[in-house]
């Protein structure tokens, strides 16, 4: 694995800052311009229905959401809603005893996503599902870190070892564009400066949101895969283990 990039001061106190923010809510959305999956949030939704209140759910990496009051939140430091404090490379549960694993917006931030898949299948039960999702075209965005990005085709292949379900895109191509655009005005105008390039990006950011309501549409087209901003994989193990 590769030697860890240092972090500047200033990078060091966005990043504690962004963090404050994060704890609430209000500040967290005018603060990051966010990208919404309803496509993916849809899906998961159907599922937790169809698995039932009864199912062993876990969400991997789950931040301050909860997505039903059964599932399991694990983070790796106690915030809002965290049932579990643990590493999700060393998960802290036994061979084949969950129904079911979500990870959304995870194994990009991880030094080892392939270790932490293997811990996935681990502990899941046979014909356990396995819901995933990570940035395709995205900019850098530490949460403390940020390591890779996947094709759909490399994600897919990530999960080898899973039966395929479904795959496709969660968040479509006008986000990667507009992610990408906002940075490069931010970047243009900052003259170095990190503040005022995430103060400018944010602006520009905001100033032309309404662009993203195209993503309702273009995120269903198989053809927008080619420059998608996220992608997902649901999948499951194997009924021999």
């Known amino acids: 694995m590769g030697a860890r990039v240092p ?6 106190t ?7 923010i994060k704890r609430h809510p ?12 309803p496509y993916w949030d849809a899906k998961i939704r159907r599922l937790l229905k ?10 991997l990496g789950a931040g301050e959401r909860k997505r039903a009051p059964h599932v399991l939140n694990l983070e790796i430091a106690p915030v ?13 549960f036994a061979d084949a005893t969950l129904d079911a694993v979500i990870v959304e ?19 899941l039960k046979p014909t356990g599902v396995v819901c995933a999702a990570v940035p395709f075209l995205q900019g850098y965005h530490p949460s403390p870190t940020d390591y890779q990005r996947w094709t759909l085709d490399g994600f897919e292949d990530l999960f080898g070892r899973f039966e395929r379900v479904d795959a496709g ?12 655009f906002r940075e490069w005005v931010g970047i243009l105008f900052s003259f170095g400066n990190l503040w005022v390039a995430k103060a400018v990006a944010l602006a520009v950011g905001w100033l032309t949101a309404p662009l ?23 999948g499951e193990k194997p009924g021999g283990g």
């Not at 169809?50 to 969400?59: E, F, I, T």
């Not at 993203?212 to 649901?234: H, K, M, N, P, T």
């Open 212 to 234: 993203l309501l195209l993503d309702f549409w273009l995120v269903r087209r198989s053809d927008a895969g080619r420059i998608a901003s996220a992608v997902y994989f649901i």
């Open 169 to 180: 895109n969660c968040v479509g191509p006008t986000a990667a564009l507009h992610w990408i």
């Open 105 to 123: 917006a995870v194994l990009e931030h991880v030094r080892d996503p392939i270790g932490m898949v293997a811990e996935i299948h681990r502990v």
């Open 50 to 59: 169809v698995w039932g209140p009864s199912a062993r759910v876990l969400d």
């Open 80 to 92: 809002p809603h965290t049932d579990i404090v643990g590493d999700g490379h060393a998960l802290p």
């Open 14 to 20: 966005f990043l504690r800052l962004k963090f404050w």
């Open 7 to 12: 972090v500047s001061e200033s990078q060091s």
């Open 26 to 37: 209000w500040l967290y959305f005018l603060a990051s311009c966010p990208y919404s999956a």
